[in-house]
T-cell receptor, first 111, second 110 residues
Framework: TQLLEQSPQFLSIQEGENLTVYCNSS?????LQWYRQEPGEGPVLLVT?????EVKKLKRLTFQFGDARKDSSLHITAAQPGDTGLYLC???????????FGKGTLLTVNP | KAGVTQTPRYLIKTRGQQVTLSCSPI?????VSWYQQTPGQGLQFLFE???????NKGNFPGRFSGRQFSNSRSEMNVSTLELGDSALYLC?????????FGPGTRLTVT
């Protein structure tokens, strides 16, 4: 059973466009993390959200944790080719040492 | 602060062989987790070690095992390799709130 559903699975956009990717579950999580992964490399942590309704901003990236702590979204404003990569959400129940990952959204930003 | 290191980065083995992968966590981190990443299944949790003890385990067969040393370095071993074991194996070094991943070991089983 896939506990975390990410959508869309693939996204190809032009430089300068905005986009939102989603991470949904029927389970409640204690925290949720977003990662970006480039080919042949390990995932790089972007943000951790813990509190329901929490919003965090990282330059052009805005992360939101749902009020019920079951879902999250990542919004990118004015996407750039350097944003290209696989975006993964990962969630923890209780301990943060065992993460459940979504299958990711593969984003391509074309110049 | 040095990041997570994994060795080797690439490995080619044949079916039936065994393999050992190594991970050195961030200095001061006592928890090391291992994940398998494949195109079809995505990232799947293998196990987690904390202070030399396996604390969490995923749903993988007993051919997958690991250990952690007193300096927090960790190894994972896969015995009797199968073609389906071809994957990127990722190690994560954890603080209580976040996990930091190494670059991975790309294992190809032929």
């Amino acid at each position: 059973t896939q506990l975390l559903e990410q959508s869309p699975q693939f996204l190809s956009i032009q430089e300068g466009e905005n986009l939102t990717v989603y991470c949904n579950s029927s389970s409640v999580f204690s925290s949720l993390q977003w990662y970006r992964q480039e080919p042949g490399e390990g995932p790089v942590l972007l943000v951790t959200v813990v509190t329901g309704g929490e919003v965090k901003k990282l330059k052009r990236l805005t992360f939101q944790f749902g009020d019920a702590r079951k879902d999250s979204s990542l919004h990118i404003t004015a996407a750039q080719p350097g944003d290209t990569g696989l975006y993964l959400c990962a969630a923890a129940r209780g301990s943060n040492y065992k993460l459940t990952f979504g299958k990711g959204t593969l984003l391509t930003v074309n110049p | 602060k040095a990041g997570v290191t994994q060795t080797p980065r690439y490995l080619i083995k044949t079916r039936g062989q065994q393999v050992t992968l190594s991970c050195s966590p961030i200095s001061g981190h006592r928890s090391v987790s291992w994940y398998q990443q494949t195109p079809g299944q995505g990232l799947q949790f293998l196990f987690e070690y904390f202070s030399e003890t396996q604390r969490n385990k995923g749903n993988f067969p007993g051919r997958f095992s690991g250990r952690q040393f007193s300096n927090s370095r960790s190894e994972m071993n896969v015995s009797t390799l199968e073609l389906g074991d071809s994957a990127l194996y990722l190690c994560a070094s954890s603080s209580p709130y976040e996990q930091y991943f190494g670059p991975g070991t790309r294992l190809t089983v032929t």
